[in-house]
């Protein structure tokens, strides 16, 4: 890796240019189950992409869209479904091809923005920093400098910043993090607005949700380890949908005692995990099961309802590697 990311970026950008150039229109995407990560960073894209004039669409395979981001500009413009077909693909915050939820992208130009330590680098363009802290700033740095960035987009990207580290409290938040803050915040984006819009308006739904995981939280391994489960009657019982149990995982982190923490949620046809970590390294972990993502968040899906198993298993597996035994 280049010890110079300035160098890097500027070769990024140079590229990301001359791929403009070649297709007259653009086709942003994200993850399936979009967090405020990969909708902030595509719709700051999309803004900035349409001032360049080009023809810009902007899509998530995913029904749910996070609610809380609907105070920003253009989140009406995101669709379900991909129109374009001959546009540069644009790819916020996604680890692999698969994650995108599209079908027909194998063989697109696909630019890749991400900042997943796990990213497979399936684009023709990869502009992948492990570092940054938010695909947003990933992002910003792509355009710092090259466009004037604007209050829409600053928005996003502020939104997407502030939901990645949860509020500058994750272990990657360095001074530079606050230089981007500040630097979103000088082109219009207001913490205070974006903060109580996305963290007062918390829908019934979530909080009843929460109280169900709470009530099923498990401890392990010296209490150590902190597993919450929600079955497909939970989610019934309280209307919750997959953007209410956002953030559920941080209660059972917060625990004085607990290292990792897990949420087993039974969705429609799948069991979904998500870890969290208070420095363990959970990659290996979720690669275990086919899962990626950070050092101290990560998750993976399996195929069915299979709570029990996966539970049974996520905690042979945690002794396998050893990871908790570093204390
Ligand atoms: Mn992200």
């Given at each position: 890796?280049?010890?110079?990311?300035?160098?890097?970026?500027?070769?990024?950008?140079?590229?990301?240019?001359?791929?403009?150039?070649?297709?007259?229109?653009?086709?942003?995407?994200?993850?399936?189950?979009?967090d405020?990560?990969?909708?902030?960073?595509?719709?700051?894209?999309?803004?900035?992409?349409?001032?360049?004039?080009?023809?810009?669409?902007?899509?998530?395979?995913?029904?749910?869209?996070p609610?809380?981001?609907?105070?920003?500009?253009?989140?009406?413009?995101i669709?379900?479904?991909?129109?374009?077909?001959?546009?540069?693909?644009?790819?916020?915050?996604?680890?692999?091809?698969?994650?995108?939820?599209?079908?027909?992208?194998?063989?697109?130009?696909?630019?890749?923005?991400?900042?997943h330590?796990?990213?497979?680098?399936f684009?023709?363009?990869?502009?992948?920093?492990?570092?940054?802290?938010?695909?947003?700033?990933?992002?910003?740095?792509?355009?710092?400098?090259?466009?004037?960035?604007?209050?829409?987009?600053?928005?996003?990207?502020?939104?997407?910043?502030?939901?990645?580290?949860?509020?500058?409290?994750?272990?990657?938040v360095?001074?530079?993090?606050?230089?981007?803050?500040?630097?979103?915040?000088?082109?219009?984006?207001?913490?205070?607005?974006?903060?109580?819009m996305?963290?007062?308006?918390?829908s019934?739904?979530s909080?009843?949700?929460?109280?169900?995981?709470?009530?099923?939280?498990?401890?392990?391994?010296?209490?150590?380890?902190?597993?919450?489960?929600?079955?497909r009657?939970?989610?019934?019982?309280?209307?919750?949908?997959?953007?209410?149990?956002?953030g559920?995982?941080?209660?059972?982190?917060?625990?004085?005692?607990?290292?990792?923490?897990?949420?087993?949620?039974?969705?429609k046809?799948?069991?979904?995990?998500?870890?969290?970590?208070?420095?363990?390294?959970?990659?290996?972990?979720?690669?275990?099961?086919?899962?990626?993502?950070?050092?101290?968040?990560?998750?993976?899906?399996?195929?069915?309802?299979v709570?029990?198993?996966?539970?049974?298993?996520?905690?042979?597996?945690?002794?396998?590697?050893?990871?908790?035994t570093?204390?």
């Open positions: 890796m280049n010890t110079d990311p300035t160098v890097d970026r500027e070769d990024a950008r140079r590229e990301f240019r001359q791929l403009l150039e070649r297709f007259p229109s653009v086709t942003v995407l994200s993850h399936i189950r979009p405020p990560d990969a909708i902030g960073s595509s719709l700051g894209v999309y803004h900035l992409l349409k001032k360049l004039g080009k023809r810009v669409e902007i899509a998530n395979a995913s029904r749910e869209i609610r809380t981001l609907d105070f920003l500009k253009g989140y009406e413009k669709k379900r479904k991909m129109d374009y077909k001959d546009s540069l693909i644009v790819s916020c915050d996604c680890g692999s091809l698969d994650r995108l939820g599209f079908e027909g992208l194998e063989g697109r130009t696909i630019v890749n923005l991400d900042h330590l796990s990213n497979s680098r684009g023709t363009l990869n502009i992948v920093d492990p570092t940054a802290v938010s695909t947003s700033e990933v992002a910003f740095r792509l355009f710092e400098g090259w466009l004037p960035i604007g209050k829409e987009s600053a928005e996003a990207f502020y939104a997407a910043l502030i939901s990645d580290t949860r509020h500058f409290t994750t272990s990657n360095t001074a530079e993090t606050f230089t981007l803050a500040r630097s979103l915040i000088e082109q219009g984006a207001d913490p205070a607005t974006i903060a109580q996305m963290l007062q308006r918390r019934l739904a909080l009843r949700i929460l109280g169900k995981a709470l009530e099923s939280l498990r401890l392990y391994a010296d209490a150590q380890v902190a597993i919450m489960r929600i079955s009657e939970d989610l019934a019982a309280t209307g919750a949908t997959a953007g209410d149990l956002d559920v995982v941080d209660y059972a982190r917060s625990l004085v005692t607990v290292e990792i923490a897990a949420l087993v949620v039974e969705m046809s799948e069991t979904k995990v998500s870890l969290r970590s208070k420095g363990t390294d959970l990659l290996p972990l979720a690669k275990a099961f086919g899962g990626g993502g950070h050092r101290e968040a990560a998750g993976f899906e399996l195929p069915g309802h709570s029990d198993q996966v539970i049974e298993d996520l905690l042979q597996c945690i002794e396998n590697e050893g990871v908790l570093k204390r």
